[in-house]
């Protein structure tokens, strides 16, 4: 079955960078496109990226344009989100999620980020 | 805020229907079809409805999903004690806003 595993999470200061990795498994990684989506606590979900399943194309929320960039390796299977000069608004449980069918086919359990000094 | 609308709560008692809705404009549901997701607390989020209305296999059809022009809704039907979750609608807004999610509602079963 189709397994997605976040790392990469933890503390980061104000301004600092962080790497978010994803091991996907149980599904051709190589045909799908990959979102990052992402909940501040105690809040709503909020779409941060997505990358099409060859790299070709990258959407991004206003909100991280500039400062984070995703990217992924088809031969490891495993999707990536650099997240550079980072904020305290940056803070949520960071989900990696498939695009099958629709955004969200399927959810990884997460990884938390905090930004605090 | 988002420009995809929520009430932020909803409820019903055991075996009934309630519907959740999701207000949007002409360049997000009015232009696309709209997914619906349940997040149980704690968990990650799961797919529920895609393309307004399609279940995933393994979605009960107590679950269905219907969208005009601008709006879409949810209805649960027989509700259960384990339908008490936040659920979310999402849409693409196009390339310039990406995919947007409603704010969520959160459903409590009396």
């Known amino acids: 079955q189709v397994q997605l595993v976040e790392s990469g999470g933890g503390v980061v200061q104000p301004g600092g960078s962080l790497r978010l990795s994803c091991a996907a498994s149980?599904?051709?990684?190589?045909?799908?496109?990959m979102h990052w989506v992402r909940q501040a606590p105690g809040k709503g979900l909020e779409w941060v990226t997505f990358?099409?399943?060859?790299?070709?194309?990258?959407y991004y929320v206003d909100s991280v344009t500039g400062r984070f960039t995703i990217s992924r390796d088809n031969s490891k299977n495993t999707l990536y989100l650099q997240m550079n000069t980072m904020r305290a608004e940056d803070s949520a449980v960071y989900y990696c999620?498939?695009?099958?069918?629709?955004?969200?086919?399927?959810w990884g359990q997460g990884t938390l980020v905090t930004v605090s000094s | 805020q988002s420009v995809v609308t929520q009430p932020p709560s909803a409820s019903g008692t055991p075996g009934q229907r309630v519907t959740i809705s999701c207000s949007g404009s002409?360049?997000?549901?009015?232009?696309?079809?709209v997914s619906w997701y349940q997040q149980l607390p704690g968990k990650a989020p799961k797919l529920l409805i895609y393309?307004?209305?399609q279940r995933p296999s393994g979605v009960p059809d107590r679950f269905s999903g219907s969208k005009s022009g601008t709006a879409a809704s949810l209805a649960i039907s027989g509700l259960q004690s384990e339908d008490e979750a936040d659920y979310y609608c999402?849409?693409?807004?196009?390339?310039?806003?990406?995919?947007?999610f409603g704010g969520g509602t959160k459903l409590t079963v009396l």
């Open positions: 999620v498939t695009e099958k069918v629709t955004m969200g086919d399927h």
């Open positions: 149980g599904f051709t990684f190589s045909t799908c496109g």
């Open positions: 990358i099409r399943h060859d790299g070709s194309d990258k």
């Open positions: 002409r360049s997000n549901i009015g232009s696309d079809p």
């Open positions: 393309s307004n209305n």
């Open positions: 999402a849409v693409w807004g196009g390339i310039l806003t990406g995919w947007v």
